[in-house]
């Protein structure tokens, strides 16, 4: 039975694109305040555990 530990890099790597392609390209195309302090992330279960470990990941992270 898999834990979540055991995909650990892959969740990491769906946080990374998270942070790096897909909020700046929402910052792109909406109306959005850009600064880490504005932004927000969340889910339910596996889309929970990927929220948290991009949230904790890329707290500090801001768009440009």
């Given at each position: 039975r898999a834990t979540p530990w055991e995909h650990e890099d892959h969740l990491g790597r769906i946080a990374q694109m998270i942070a790096r392609e897909i909020k700046p390209e929402i910052d792109k195309q909406f109306r959005?305040?850009?600064?880490?302090?504005?932004?927000?992330?969340?889910?339910?279960?596996?889309?929970?555990?990927?929220?948290?470990?991009?949230?904790?990941?890329?707290?500090?992270?801001?768009?440009?």
């Open positions: 959005t305040h850009k600064a880490a302090e504005m932004t927000a992330i969340g889910g339910s279960s596996l889309g929970g555990l990927v929220s948290l470990q991009a949230a904790l990941l890329y707290l500090f992270q801001q768009s440009t």
